[in-house]
């Protein structure tokens, strides 16, 4: 049920209505944006909901049978707040959003709040993007609990795996680029493959703070999983460390770390669980 003040439910009933409809933005670093499809900049609650993207929404519809409900969102990419490169990188996901109904004659009658939810995919088309806005259900439909694996299920270097990373984290700079998701470290000595899994964090360049798993490593080249939000430029300085395939080997023979190793190495596999006995 919505519910609204007793202005708002007389605006509503009237025979000519003023609403304008805002979403709020809050990103995982915290920083809060507002749009709006109005005309002009609203401020609501002392945030200020910009007309200059403006959007338009797919309709909005509630499960009662705790199923996923979605919302897709289209805006264009006019602002310097909604950047191409930023979308690509990750920066709005799982950012929570508000959508509400507001008065634009009358702020002061209040909001009804429509749809509440995460930023889930993100689709760039040209200069548009589309972003799937999903409901407060999605997080049910996560998985809680662990799982039995044969691979260990910590990442290496957090509380559980404990191995040290600022020991095992060099630093370096592009050499040569093929492109957004290959570049090379002509001082890069180490063996084929010694690089691969780990992760590139970019301290300098447009990439600037941004990271991204290093798919492959050959000869002081790089490639990397997914292309990187902006074009990388020789010279542009990086940190970096190594990754684990999250296999007992592994974890014993190159980080020496069997007693953390969080999986079940000897679970039979599933060759195992479907043998029977020869019948003959």
């Not at 933005?25 to 920083?31: A, E, F, N, P, S």
């Not at 703070?209 to 490639?223: L, N, P």
């Amino acid at each position: 049920m919505k519910t609204a003040s007793s202005n708002m439910n007389t605006h509503i009933t009237g025979e000519t209505t003023s609403l304008a409809t805002c979403w709020k933005v809050t990103r995982k670093d915290g920083l809060i944006f507002g749009f709006t499809d109005f005309d002009r900049d609203l401020l609501v609650e002392s945030v200020t909901y910009m007309a200059a993207t403006g959007y338009t929404r797919s309709a909005i519809h509630t499960i009662a049978n705790l199923a996923v409900d979605n919302l897709d969102i289209e805006s264009a990419l006019d602002s310097d707040i909604l950047t191409a490169g930023d979308l690509r990188a990750g920066v709005w996901d799982g950012a929570t959003v508000e959508i509400f109904l507001v008065n634009w004659a009358n702020i002061a009658n209040g909001k009804i709040l429509l749809k509440r939810g995460t930023i889930g995919e993100v689709e760039l088309q040209d200069v548009t993007f589309k972003a799937e806005l999903r409901g407060l259900t999605q997080a049910l439909s996560q998985q809680i609990v662990e799982l039995y694996t044969p691979d260990c299920r910590a990442d290496l270097g957090d509380s559980r795996c404990k191995v040290n990373l600022a020991a095992l984290t060099v630093t370096g700079a592009a050499t040569a680029m093929t492109d957004r998701r290959s570049f090379a470290d002509s001082s890069r000595a180490e063996e084929d493959g010694y690089w691969n899994g780990g992760l590139v964090t970019w301290t300098s360049g447009e990439n600037t703070g941004r990271k991204m798993e290093i798919k492959s490593y050959v000869t002081g080249a790089f490639t990397l999983y997914l292309p990187m939000a902006s074009n990388i430029e020789i010279g542009d300085e990086y940190t970096m460390h190594p990754g684990c395939n999250k296999t007992f080997a592994t974890c014993k023979a190159r980080y020496s770390n069997v007693k953390n190793f969080r999986g079940e190495p000897h679970v039979p596999g599933n060759d195992q669980i479907l043998n029977y006995p020869d019948a003959k």
